[in-house]
């Protein structure tokens, strides 16, 4: 069966249809994935706390299926009404169910690892003592099993996922990190020496609670800045366009000197919701360019734009997205078409892998991007960050520079699917030009 929403924004068309074989094949295999997670990781428990008395380990244990049952339940209910869920465009909601699951099934993958390593060593002893001549391993006396320390030690480490986890969702999403680069250049004209740019992407409105003050966080940091300049590099939205409807009249208090400019991301096309015809899908669309325009930011759409001061020009260019694993609907030469490739060029493209793939052909001085999220998850070591995303992007995070040409990855403002950040916080960027 299906019915159509409609109001005077929007038409979404909500489908309530049996779950395919294909589908309820897929849920009973991870079901049972879990389940299996599930007894093994308590088989790790249970060896690292034999000690303890057995009125303490009955505790234990209910507590531990309560929530393990509880948490199964949940995925199966989450999975069944996956469409009820996304029609009511209730990300905020959907993605605080995906942070709960993590929060528990991390640890338990943590505590299976060690538990495993430590029923291979057993099945090691076993070989030795049944094959062996004379077999028996020698004692040395210990009351307490070596072996027992990996299920204790993968009990206890189970407590980083964890807490970085609760960490992510609490404090990690809405502890911004203000990032400055300068960048020199013999092709920058004078009267632009020392022009202050904020960068930010990947807002994903819909990702917020209405409630949440981060984003008037975000606004404060970067009006604090003072900026000529004001580039969006895409994804304002997750699918539709009445998520940015809460905070149009926030995001227009963002001050520029010169100017705020935006381009649209993957996100921003509504290319992964479902839509009754594509009519309705091209009226999201429109709708979400007057959002852009109701905040204060000219919208480019394979375009460029002079910046003029004191009679001197650089350029200014806004791509559609354009990436090599996701939409292609930008048309870079449309948009580059006219500038002076002399000139100082400056251009918004969403997606990193557009650099390498057309943008160093066309010579572009300064290419902002965003997209990639750093993976919200990362971790630095002697200075040095790792994340997921570099194991998909070859660029995908912070400055590249080639042959003079500078490509900035914004590690993005919001966050999508998991609602936090590990280790790889939000960023404003701030981009400081002079000439060389």
Known sequence: AAFTRSDARCTHQLIFAPMSPAALRN?????????????????????????VSPGTRRWIRAIYWAISIGMIALLTWVTISIQDLRATRNYSFLFSLAALLMLFLLPKLVIVVFHLVEDGLEGVRWLWVRFTPGGALPSDGEPIDRLRFLSRTGLALAAIPFSAVLYGVTKGRRSFQVRRETLRSAKLPA????????????????????????????????????P?????????????????????????????????????????????????DAAAKRANLERLKGHHAAMGFRLLL???????????????????NWGLRFQQYGDLRKAVAGTDPAQYRILLSHDPTHWEAQVQQEGIDLTLSGHTHGAQFGITIAGQTYSPAQWVYK???????????????????????FPGRVGMPPEITVIELRTA
Do not use: C
């Open 395 to 417: 660029q995908w995070a912070g400055l590249y520079t080639r042959d003079h040409m500078h490509l900035y990855v914004n590690r993005g403002f919001g966050f999508i699917g």
């Open 228 to 276: 000529d300049l004001i580039l969006f590099t895409g994804d304002l939205v997750n699918d539709f366009s009445e998520e940015a409807d809460p905070w149009i009249d926030q995001l227009s208090g963002l001050k520029a000197h010169i100017g705020k400019f935006s381009i649209l991301g993957n996100h921003d096309y509504s290319d992964y919701a479902s839509w009754p």
């Open 302 to 320: 394979d375009e460029h734009v002079p910046l003029e001061r004191d009679g001197e020009r650089v350029a200014l260019i806004g791509v559609q």
């Open 27 to 51: 849920l009973l295999i991870f079901g049972a994935l879990l389940i299996a997670i599930d007894v093994y990781a308590w088989k790790g428990i249970s060896t690292a706390i034999g000690g």
């Open 191 to 226: 009267a632009f020496d020392g022009l202050r740019i904020v960068q930010i992407s990947d807002m994903h409105l819909g990702s917020f609670p209405t409630s949440t003050d981060i984003i008037r966080t975000g606004i404060e940091l970067i009006n604090a800045e003072a």
